[in-house]
């Protein structure tokens, strides 16, 4: 094979064809293949063809590329064209000794010889420069000298004279176009990448470096310039970057490791020496050793560093200051967000709260704090010289600020429903054991007890009365524990660390919906992603490893059966788990199982058939008596996924005007996510094929949203299990590739997309706290309202946001007459005094307390349950009108029992 | 139980220690738990085992795993056999917080002293 590109070499390329057809060994074929030049391509079909009727039995193929212009594709024209065993390469301007073919062809009788080379010699067009090393006769593409003398196995063959077996090339895709030169341009390597691939299959074949083989190569005066050899040498370091973050390290730099420590300094000793004895040619080639050694560094690390300019940079200094500032900036903002973020917290007072929660008392030093940590992390992700470790500090750091901040604040624990968790712990401590007949708000969590059996272990193993001790850190515990198994996804699609982090980043400030608090869901969550990632790793179909991900450094031993058993068994035991703690959750693990399956993503059918019995078994052996008590609910909102996706914004119209817009910045936080990530399927779609996984997970949980409102909730649920992989969709809309955002302003764009998503992600998870807060105020009336009120005691409130149901919760009655049917609310917002002295005086309880608080208050008024002021008018309403007598009052809560019938104020007997 | 530790010529001396220490650490634990409340080497200890221990042991009969993978799997098997037991022991109205412990004790010295995958390797 013959590969040719100008018309200019035309005389060569005639010797070249004529040295072919000289050959003492004949070969079957010569393949020319003419690299996008009609001009050439006409002038050979028609002189070329001559040469060949001349002679016999040797067929002359002239081709064009059909691949991309360079010399890679050009060659893997030639490969697709020839019909033999053995393809053979000699560079247009390059003639074969006539034994070439001989001694080539002699090796390929040992079966592991995939490839042999041979010596390429400079033929000078106007003699060899006195200053021009031999060891750096690569340059012009000729054997230089450091090479072995005799036969031998080597890395790598030379392009001017090569030879490969066919299928073996074609076995590993061939040539790559992404190295190689185009026309005149100076870039190579392609040959040793391929060597690479080619020898990284197996260590039992062989590349054979024969030097008997020879073939000389022309070069012309204008490659003899010192010009030519220094961007020859640039460019040479520029490639075997790109080889090195294509086949690593230790393979790429292996021959010029052992170069630069011997051959060269063998060399410039040699130089030198000559020098000395008093010939100047001496001192001028270690002069270009050293230089020519400088040079190709300089272009190695340029091409590390992503900068592909064809000459050296003109100001080195310059950028290389503005990099050290970049890389200290990057190191330095997280301290100073820290800082930022530490002092302004204590300056927040939570009393003042308004309509749009924390955020509307956070100090201007936190969101400063916010912005440097945003800044920082967009100055670390696109450093040339990325550092994981500082990144997995600023993604750390961001879910600290953010998770954290409201366990440091608020010194109590945050949300209602947080609360009742910890009171499910309370009820399995005191029972030792569950009651599937409970009715009331824990219902469910008899039946699916797994999350609160287990920390009811780990309180008594740790021996704390109860997890409220702990509960408050959970978002943060949660949030951190999640990372783990998301970058071990996340690094199946890519080796992108740059991605990796930023789809980390984004899943942080996309995850608002705030199921992350003290709850089952939360930790089969993280469970969910682990099955997910094993899945993924382990089970992954083999055969559609993308581009850029990393190939798993040993493969799993699908034929072991045993293996394969304790893999399966290990994943039972989480997806058992995951089965017996949530109702959602398995639903969910089913589809995106299913899902891989049916996409041929997952090659381990029975992950389906374990996570498909264990979730059908567990509704059937455990929780059928809860699904019993609620088919006729379920039943009634499948298929009605308009009432499912619109069940959550109920009352909207009624909402408070802060409640309206943090409405609003949820559903545009959580269209800007998906926006970035079709953005960024667009821009990986070359590789989709690969990604195919991703957008199945990202899609599977969608259908649920058509079975069941799940309480209005589905929605956020069906978002938050799509979030992982469409948060890495979305980061690949900055970071598609490895070689893209690498422009200067990059830095500009991801800070100001986390900017953006940040001031979303703030309203959306902080905008609710004034319902989600409880003062310690209104910790203290609850307290009070557990040591007084007896067993059985019936508690009337506004909503059922209290600090309230921690301990004994199934030891009373409550009703929430906000939250009434309709007709219950009219009554009390007509008459409160009339209609809840009736309730309060109810003879089926031996006590009521009515209870008042701040939290309620807010619930009220932000979701519009009643009009606006409705609370405290009812509350001034009852405290005035003297039928009610107030037993307990602070600032935040207010409990009075009715006058005619005092409640009995003797504590709760303990149980 | 400690035969095959010490007939396994390819362990480390150091690995084998941590093997010992990890098919221990569930038992040290459930002796913790008579110390008074609210001590934090009890505290520390019991969270620590709970969260890492019977998983580290199980993830040793799974190899080829990096430093990463075993981590999250031995976190989550953890509290997923933390959660199974606990729950089974509910269930069947039978809990008592040493049952429950003692479970995941034997079941983390079971799985660190029995021959991992690395010596089933060699066997093959």
């Known amino acids: 094979v013959i590969c040719a590109y100008t018309e200019a070499r035309w005389d060569l390329l005639v010797r070249a064809v004529g040295s072919v057809f000289r050959q003492a060994v004949r070969p079957a074929e010569i393949v020319i293949v003419i690299d996008h030049c009609p001009a050439l391509l006409r002038r050979a079909r028609r002189d070329l063809a001559e040469l060949a009727e001349s002679d016999d039995g040797c067929r002359l193929t002239i081709v064009e ?213 008093g010939r100047p040619a001496g001192a001028t080639r270690a002069a270009a050793l050293a230089a020519g050694v400088a040079t190709t560094i300089a272009g190695y690390v340029a091409g590390r560093m992503g900068r592909t300019p064809p000459v050296p940079p003109a100001g080195p200094e310059v950028s290389e200051r503005r990099a050290t500032a970049v890389a200290l900036a990057a190191v330095a903002a997280l301290p100073v967000a820290w800082l930022l973020v530490g ?84 009820y399995l401590a005191r029972h030792g054991a569950t009651d599937p007949h409970l009715g009331g708000d824990l219902a469910a969590y008899q039946s699916w007890p797994g999350f609160f059996a287990g920390n009811l272990l780990l309180i008594k193993v740790i ?307 004034q319902v989600n807060y409880f003062s310690p105020r209104e910790v203290a009336a609850t307290s009070w309202l557990y040591s007084h009120a007896p067993a059985s005691s019936m508690i009337i409130g506004p909503t059922g946001d209290l600090p309230w149901g921690e301990k004994n919760a199934e030891l009373y009655r409550h009703y929430w007459f906000a939250l009434d049917a309709p007709r219950g609310r009219e009554q009390v917002l007509a008459n409160p005094v009339q209609a809840l002295c009736d309730d309060l005086t109810d003879p089926r309880h031996p006590a009521a307390f009515l209870v008042f608080t701040r939290a309620q208050a807010a619930e009220v008024d932000t979701t519009g349950l009643l009009p606006p002021g409705a609370i405290a008018r009812i509350e001034a309403a009852v405290v005035s009108s003297g039928r009610f007598r107030v037993v307990y009052r602070n600032a935040d809560a207010t409990i009075a029992v009715a006058v005619d019938r005092p409640a009995s104020v003797t504590p709760v007997p303990k149980p | 139980m400690s035969t095959p530790l010490s007939t396994t010529p390819g362990l480390q001396r150091r690995q084998q220690v941590g093997l010992v220490l990890l098919a221990a650490s569930g038992w040290v634990v459930l002796g913790l738990t008579a110390l008074p409340s609210g001590t934090p080497v009890r505290q520390v200890a019991g969270f620590a085992f709970l969260l890492t221990c019977p998983g580290a042991a199980l993830v040793r009969h799974w190899p080829g795993m990096d430093g990463l993978e075993r981590l999250v799997l031995a976190v989550a098997l953890s509290l997923s056999a933390a959660m199974l037991i606990a729950e089974t022991l509910i269930l069947a109205h039978a809990w008592s917080t040493p049952l429950a412990l003692g479970g995941l004790a034997a079941l983390t010295s079971a799985a660190a002293l029995l021959p991992g995958a690395e010596r089933r390797g060699v066997r093959r």
């Not at chain 1, 520029?238 to 490791?257: D, F, I, Q, W, Y």
């Not at chain 1, 450093?383 to 750390?396: D, E, F, G, I, N």
């Not at chain 1, 600020?401 to 712990?425: E, Q």
């Not at chain 1, 930023?502 to 608090?517: E, R, S």
């Open chain 1, 343 to 426: 002092i302004s917290l204590r300056h927040v007072h939570l009393a003042g709260m308004g309509d749009l929660g924390l955020v509307s008392v956070l100090p201007v030093g936190f969101w400063a704090g916010l912005a440097v940590l945003a800044a920082g992390f967009g100055l670390a992700v696109t450093r040339r010289r990325l550092s994981p470790p500082l990144l997995c500090a600023y993604v750390v750091s961001l879910v600290l600020v953010l998770h954290g901040t409201p366990a440091v604040l608020y010194g109590t624990l945050r949300y209602a429903w947080a609360w009742k968790h910890v009171g499910v712990i309370d």
């Open chain 1, 463 to 769: 021996g704390v009365r109860s997890a409220l001790s702990y509960a408050s850190w959970a978002p943060a515990f949660f949030d951190l524990l999640v990372l783990a198994p998301l970058y071990l996804i996340f690094r199946r699609f890519s080796q992108d660390q740059r991605l990796i982090w930023t789809a980390l980043w984004l899943f942080c400030l996309g995850n608002w919906v705030g199921q992350d608090y003290f709850s089952p869901q939360a930790a089969a969550y993280f469970l969910y992603l682990v099955v997910l990632a094993v899945g993924l790793r382990w089970y992954s179909s083999s055969g559609v490893a993308a581009a850029d991900a990393q190939v798993p450094a040993t493969t799993p031993p699908r034929d072991q059966r045993a293996q394969r058993a304790v893999m399966l068994g290990a994943l039972a035991l989480v997806v058992a788990a995951i089965a017996s703690s949530h109702q959602l959750t398995p639903l969910m693990l089913v589809t995106a199982v299913a899902g891989l399956v049916l996409c041929r993503r997952c090659s381990e059918r029975f992950l389906l058939v374990v996570a498909v019995l264990l979730t059908g078994g567990w509704i059937v052996l455990v929780a059928r008596s809860f699904l019993a008590a609620n088919l006729h609910s379920i039943a009634a909102s499948v298929g009605h996924p308009g009432g499912n996706t619109q069940a959550n914004l109920l009352n909207l119209s009624h909402a408070s005007r802060g409640q309206v817009l943090v409405a609003d910045l949820d559903r545009l936080l959580s269209a800007a996510v998906w926006l970035l990530a079709a953005i960024g399927v667009w821009r990986r779609r070359h590789g989709l094929r690969a990604d195919l996984p991703l957008l199945v997970l990202a899609l599977t949980p969608l259908p649920l949203i058509v079975a069941n409102s799940y309480g209005g909730e589905m929605v956020f649920r069906v978002y938050l299990f799509a979030l992982p992989f469409v948060a890495f969709l979305a980061a690949a809309s900055l970071f598609p590739s490895e070689r893209s955002g690498r422009s200067r302003l990059f830095p500009v764009a991801v800070i100001g997309v986390s900017v953006a998503l940040l001031i979303g992600f703030l309203f959306s998870y902080y905008g609710e706290e």
């Open chain 1, 65 to 277: 590329n059909t691949g991309e212009r360079g010399l890679s594709d050009a060659r893997n024209t030639g490969l697709r064209y020839a019909g033999g065993e053995i393809a053979a390469f000699l560079d247009d301007d390059a003639e074969a000794d006539d034994l070439w073919l001989s001694y080539l062809c002699a090796h390929y009788r040992d079966p592991s010889v995939i490839g042999v080379g041979g010596r390429v010699v400079p033929q000078w067009e106007r003699g060899r420069p006195a200053w021009f090393p031999t060891e750096f006769d690569w340059v012009v593409g000729c054997t230089y000298r450091g090479l072995p003398e005799e036969l031998a196995p080597i890395r790598n063959l030379m392009g001017a004279n090569m030879s490969f077996r066919r299928d073996a090339v074609m076995g590993v895709g061939g040539f790559s176009p992404a190295l190689g030169r185009v026309g005149s341009t100076p870039v190579g390597c392609e040959e040793t990448e391929l060597c690479i691939r080619l020898t990284s299959r197996g260590a039992d074949v062989s590349l054979l470096y024969e030097p008997q083989a020879t073939v000389q190569h022309h070069v012309p005066s204008s490659r003899a310039t010192w010009g030519y050899f220094r961007s020859r040498c640039y460019a040479e370091g520029l490639s075997k970057a790109e080889v090195r973050a294509r086949t690593g390290p230790r393979e790429a730099l292996r021959s010029e490791r052992a170069y630069l420590v011997s051959t060269v300094p063998s060399g410039v000793a040699r130089a030198l020496a000559e020098g000395c004895r």
